[in-house]
């Protein structure tokens, strides 16, 4: 619904690109959009973003590629092109665009993002590969514990569900307070605990979860499942 009320506005009722892009993507946009090209790769830059928050990323891909065709050079238009495709499963050409962004921005927060495309197309290996060679302090903490979460799942791909726990019990750290990231790390660990039959390394995992958030995705279900196995098992 409200992807089709985007495309029914005219562009007088579209909203101005400086309510949709921050200072820094225009910025940007003006200093490598092609000649006379900025307002389009604004415009085209704006829709595509709009189109994802509208949860519409076939619509986002055709927007960023026409910026791109404006801003070849634009780290934000390459990386919001390689996000939706990401979102519509191109995985080989979500990898292009990523990386190109990273290329031209110099930043590695898109690593994590990389690294689910290679467990996508097949190639946990290079999952676990762009986890050990990412410096992981210039991401942020969320970003971070989302490689990490990538990287231990690719060991579960592998059948090596053991190895991912150890790399999450190796890295994670448990704070008082638990934010999003560790939960979704927990959760994990979990999983791959369980995966591994170490059921009662799994239900530690899943009762740090349900501690903080009895709602987080199954954990709880997840845990009484456990309890009642380990429990029939004594």
């Not at 003006?30 to 076939?58: I, M, N």
């Not at 762009?130 to 989302?146: G, H, K, N, V």
């Not at 190895?163 to 448990?174: D, E, N, Q």
């Amino acid at each position: 619904m409200a992807a089709r009320g985007r495309e029914d506005q005219t562009p007088e009722d579209a909203p101005n690109v400086t309510e949709v892009l921050t200072e820094e993507m225009l910025d940007e946009l003006r200093q490598t959009a092609r000649p006379h090209s900025f307002a389009a790769a604004a415009r085209a830059l704006a829709d595509a973003v709009l189109a994802l928050s509208d949860e519409d990323p076939e619509a986002a891909v055709t927007a960023a590629r026409a910026a791109k065709r404006s801003t070849p050079r634009s780290a934000a238009v390459r990386e919001l092109l390689g996000i939706a495709l990401y979102q519509v499963g191109d995985y080989k050409a979500a990898r292009t665009e990523l990386a190109a962004a990273q290329r031209i921005s110099g930043e590695v927060d898109l690593t994590a993002m990389l690294a689910d495309v290679e467990r996508a197309t097949g190639r946990p290996e290079q999952a676990i590969d762009l986890f050990r060679t990412t410096d992981r302090t210039r991401m942020s903490a969320d970003t971070a514990a989302e490689l990490l979460v990538v990287a231990a799942s690719a060991y579960g791909d592998l059948d090596q569900p053991a190895a991912g726990v150890a790399l999450i019990r190796r890295h994670a750290r448990w704070p008082a307070q638990l934010a999003d990231h560790h939960l979704r790390l927990a959760y994990t660990e979990g999983a791959l605990a369980e995966q591994a039959g170490d059921l009662d390394g799994a239900k530690e995992a899943f009762a740090r979860v349900t501690r903080t958030d009895h709602t987080f995705f199954d954990a709880a279900e997840r845990l009484d499942r456990l309890d009642r196995a380990t429990a029939q098992r004594g």
